[in-house]
Every structure is written in C-alpha cells, then in structure tokens.
C-alpha cells in the first residue's frame, strides 16, 4: 500500500521560512514525478510546484523565486523549502506524487498525502 507522508508544516510569522518533506513508501516501484498543492477552505487545490525524477522542475508563478522543491531519489522524497512566506501562502499543503505501485507491470496513477498545514501570520 502506497503511503506518501508529510511534515514540516506550521505556524510562522511573514517573512519566516518552512521547509516541507514528502517520504514515499510502501510498495512503490517506480516515480514520475513528485510535487507539493495547496488548498484553502473554498478554493480549488492548486498547483504549488511539482519536480520530475530526472530534476526538470515547475513552479506556480505567486512562489517562484521564494519557493525551491527538491527530491532524493533514493529516499523517495520530495522537499519544499518556501522562504519569504507570506499570509496569502497559508493554505493546507498536499504532497503528489505519479508512481508505478507493485512492478512494471502496473500503470502510473497520482497518489496523494494527508495534507499538513501552513500559516503565515504575525
């Protein structure tokens, strides 16, 4: 069973910085890609960035500059580091990933964490 688990979310003051982590386990086989979205109460999720396993990276315009993901391929995980955190970056942040599950075999699907929150407020 797939298990993509968060941390590093919190409560921090604008201008303050986080750093988010996404380990994936249980069963995984192969990744495509990997990558963090934000929801906030009424609002679609959105896309925040999402980085392929071979390191080609996409960012939403309102974190470019602020925001770098990373990933370990080796420990199947995906990293956020968000500096220059602003109010409007408060938002429920769900780690994605796009992996094979089981072998070859199997065919790509999205996979998704529990969520881990982030607010930005003095």
């Known amino acids: 069973q797939v298990q993509l688990v968060e941390s590093g979310g919190g409560l921090v003051q604008p201008g303050g910085s986080l750093r988010l982590s996404c380990a994936a386990s249980g069963g995984v086989y192969s990744i495509q890609s990997m990558g963090w979205y934000r929801q906030v109460p009424g609002k679609q999720r959105e896309l925040v960035a999402t980085i392929t396993w071979s390191g080609s990276t996409n960012y939403a315009d309102s974190v470019k500059g602020r925001f770098t993901i990373s990933r370990d391929n080796g420990l199947r995980t995906v990293n956020l580091q968000m500096n220059s955190l602003k109010p409007e970056d408060t938002a429920a942040y769900y780690c994605?990933?796009?992996?094979?599950?089981?072998?070859?075999?199997?065919?790509?699907?999205?996979?998704w964490g529990q969520g881990t929150q982030v607010a930005v407020s003095s």
């Open positions: 994605n990933a796009v992996l094979q599950a089981g072998g070859s075999w199997s065919i790509s699907r999205d996979y």
